[in-house]
C-alpha cells in the first residue's frame, strides 16, 4: 500500500479511497522492555504514550480517560458456559462512553494543527465525548444528531457547550448531511474518517493485556458501530505482537444488533466489503449506523484475519444483555453497551466458546445515557411501616 504524508488534507487512498491508517513507527520501543510502560503511574490511555501520533506533550487534551477496571464477571461466567469471562467496564469513562478514547487523541490533534472548531455526527456517545474534549481543550464544538437521539446524550453535550444540530433523518441520512457541512464550513472532522482519533481504541489491547498479567485472551467482543473498536483493538494487539511482547493474538467478534448489523452480515456472507443495510428499529441505538465508512472493513478484516466472528442479535437478546449486566454483574449499561456480554452467552451456547477459554467483552457505554422509558416503577407508600410489610409481601408474591 502507498505511504502519504502525516498530514494529508483529505486522509483517503487515492487508489480504493479507504480511510488512511497511522502508520507509527514503533521500533525505538524494541529496546525497551515492557516494563517501561507498566511501571509508569499513569493510569489514563496516556501511559502508552508513545503509541499515539501526538508530537507535543502540551497539545494532550485528557480527562483522565482510560485505565478502566477489567473485572471477573463472576456468576455472569456461568451463563457463559463457564468460561472466564471479564468485563471491560468503558461505561466509566469520563463521558460515560467508549468515545473518550478516541477523542482524546483526536482532540489532541486538533490542537497540535491549531483548529478551532471541532465537529461531528453521532448517535449521541461520540456529541457528547467530543463536545466534553473541545470544552476541555478551549475549542468550539458542533455536534450533529438525528433528531431520536437520547434526550440525556443531547443535554450532555449541550451542557459542555457544543452547538447541537438536531437533524430530522436517521443517523446515515445526518451522516452524510454533516459531510456536506464539514466541507462547506472546514471543521475539524471527529468521525471515524479522521484517522487520529480512530488510534485512541487501540489503548484496549495494551490495558487488557497490562491487566491481564500478560495473558492474552481467546476472545475479545465489542459492541459495534463504525468498526472502529474492533479494528484499533487488534491493530494494538498486533502492535504488541510484532514488539515480541506477546506470542499470540486474541480472536476478534464484531457484536451488532440485528436489525443493523453491516458487518454480521457481511461476515456471514463472505464478502470482502461492507454493504449497507436498511437500518431496522434497535434499542441498541448507539450502535445503529446501517451505511459505515470504510473503517468498518477493516473490522470485518480483524475478525478474519485473528479467526474471529460476528454476532447479530436479536432485541430479547440485547434486553436480556443489559439487564444481566446490571442483575448480575453490577455494572448499569446501555443497550448498546451490553451487548458484548449477548455476544458470548450466544457463542457459548453454539459451542464456541468453550469452558476453558478466557473472554473479555467490552461494556462501552452507561445506563444512564438511556434510561428504559418503559421501565415500570413502584407506587410510593406512606411512611408506615404497616404499609412497607404489605408493600414487602405484595412485592415476594
Ligand atoms: C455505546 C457504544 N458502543 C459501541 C459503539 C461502537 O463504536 P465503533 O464501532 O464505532 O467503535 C458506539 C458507537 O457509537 C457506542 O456509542
Not at 181 to 209: D, H, M, Q, T, V
Not at 317 to 327: G, K, N, P, T
Not at 333 to 338: D, L, Q, V
Request: hydrophobic share 45%; aromatic share 8%.
Amino acid at each position: 500500500m502507498k505511504g502519504y504524508p502525516i498530514g494529508i488534507a483529505e486522509p483517503r487512498c487515492q487508489q480504493c479511497h479507504h480511510i488512511l491508517e497511522v502508520e507509527l513507527d514503533l521500533s525505538d520501543l524494541q529496546e525497551h522492555s515492557p516494563d517501561l510502560f507498566l511501571q509508569r503511574k499513569e493510569t489514563s490511555i496516556w501511559r502508552w504514550r508513545e503509541f499515539f501520533p501526538i508530537e507535543k506533550d502540551g497539545a494532550i487534551v485528557t480527562l483522565g480517560e482510560g485505565g478502566t477496571p477489567l473485572l471477573p464477571a463472576g456468576r455472569l461466567g456461568q451463563g457463559v458456559g463457564g468460561a472466564d469471562l471479564y468485563l471491560k467496564n468503558d461505561t466509566l469513562l469520563p463521558t460515560g462512553s467508549l468515545k473518550d478514547r478516541s477523542n482524546s487523541v483526536g482532540i489532541s490533534r486538533a490542537l497540535e494543527e491549531g483548529q478551532k472548531v471541532v465537529a461531528v455526527a453521532s448517535t449521541g456517545n461520540a456529541a457528547a465525548s467530543v463536545a466534553a474534549y473541545a470544552a476541555r481543550a478551549g475549542l468550539q464544538s458542533v455536534v450533529f444528531v438525528p433528531e431520536v437521539t437520547a434526550p440525556e446524550k443531547v443535554a450532555q453535550a449541550a451542557s459542555y457547550g457544543a452547538r447541537i444540530v438536531r437533524v430530522q433523518a436517521d443517523y446515515d441520512e445526518t451522516a452524510r448531511f454533516y459531510g456536506q457541512a464539514l466541507k462547506r464550513f472546514g471543521w475539524y472532522n471527529c468521525l471515524s474518517s479522521n484517522p487520529f482519533r480512530n488510534e485512541g481504541k487501540k489503548s484496549y489491547a495494551y490495558e487488557i493485556w497490562a491487566d491481564l498479567g500478560g495473558r492474552v485472551p481467546d476472545w475479545v467482543i465489542h459492541p459495534t458501530a463504525g468498526g472502529t473498536g474492533p479494528a484499533a483493538c487488534w491493530k494494538g494487539f498486533n502492535e504488541l505482537y510484532r514488539l515480541g511482547w506477546i506470542e499470540r493474538l486474541p480472536r476478534i467478534v464484531v457484536a451488532q444488533a440485528a436489525a443493523c448489523a453491516p458487518i454480521a452480515v457481511a461476515f456471514e456472507a463472505g464478502w470482502d466489503a461492507i454493504r449497507p443495510v436498511e437500518s431496522g428499529q434497535t434499542i441498541a441505538e448507539s450502535i445503529r449506523v446501517g451505511r459505515p465508512s470504510t473503517v468498518a472493513w477493516r473490522a470485518l478484516r480483524a475478525v478474519r484475519d485473528s479467526g474471529g466472528t460476528a454476532v447479530a442479535l436479536s432485541e430479547a437478546e440485547i434486553e436480556s444483555s443489559q439487564d444481566l449486566v446490571a442483575s448480575e454483574a453490577g455494572i448499569f449499561a446501555e443497550p448498546a453497551g451490553a451487548i458484548s456480554v449477548g455476544a458470548a452467552i450466544r457463542m457459548a451456547q453454539e459451542g464456541i466458546i468453550q469452558r476453558d477459554h478466557l473472554v473479555v467483552a467490552v461494556i462501552t457505554g452507561h445506563g444512564l445515557k438511556q434510561p428504559r422509558a418503559n421501565l415500570p416503577l413502584p407506587a410510593a407508600i406512606p411512611r408506615e411501616l404497616a404499609a412497607l410489610e404489605q408493600f414487602l409481601i405484595r412485592a415476594d408474591r
